[in-house]
């Protein structure tokens, strides 16, 4: 989501802009003029904890009349934004759900998981309400970089495999 903002300070007639954005941290990814040190590994080891990521961007405008902002396009805005932090949110799970998913399983149900969130914080969650088997390899779907195929990667990132094996 994306705000503009303008702001006056003492003295000076003219309105001074911002651009104020906030997402999930792979999406803003790209929008960041200078993307931190460890940005990736800091979001996805707060994801794999189980929080909630939310990045931050700011952008100077300067001076912009009140037609330029009604005409310029949304990109105009989400581009060349600063760092501005992360929100980190922890959601602690209701004391009975952990029980709740334990019966269900047991009366022979099939349990899933229909989320939004990041998929390091569900693989979390899916661990502490013991949806995996003790021992399993989760691998995630990677979205690809532009040119590059999809790969699978595991949670901790350290093991990778091709979406559809070469050859088969």
């Known amino acids: 989501m994306t705000v503009v903002g303008g702001y006056t300070q003492p003295g000076v007639s003219e309105a001074r802009h911002l651009a104020l954005v906030k997402g999930a941290p792979e999406v803003l990814r790209d929008m960041y003029d200078e993307l931190p040190k460890d940005y990736d590994k800091m979001f996805k080891k707060l994801a794999l904890s189980g929080a909630r990521i939310i990045a931050l961007g700011i952008r100077e405008l300067g001076t912009l009349t009140h037609q330029e902002l009604r005409e310029n396009k949304r990109e105009f805005y989400e581009q060349k934004l600063n760092f501005a932090?992360?929100?980190?949110?922890?959601?602690?799970?209701?004391?009975?759900?952990?029980?709740?998913?334990?019966?269900?399983?047991?009366?022979?149900h099939r349990v899933t998981m229909i989320t939004g969130d990041n998929p390091l914080t569900a693989c979390h969650v899916a661990s502490v309400l013991r949806f995996t088997k003790k021992h399993a390899r989760i691998m995630i779907l990677d979205e690809p970089l532009e040119g590059e195929e999809p790969i699978w990667k595991s949670m901790d990132g350290t093991e990778s495999a091709e979406l559809i094996p070469n050859g088969k």
Request: with cysteine; charged share 25%.
């Open 85 to 108: 932090g992360f929100v980190v949110i922890h959601c602690p799970l209701k004391p009975d759900t952990r029980n709740m998913i334990k019966e269900i399983i047991e009366s022979s």
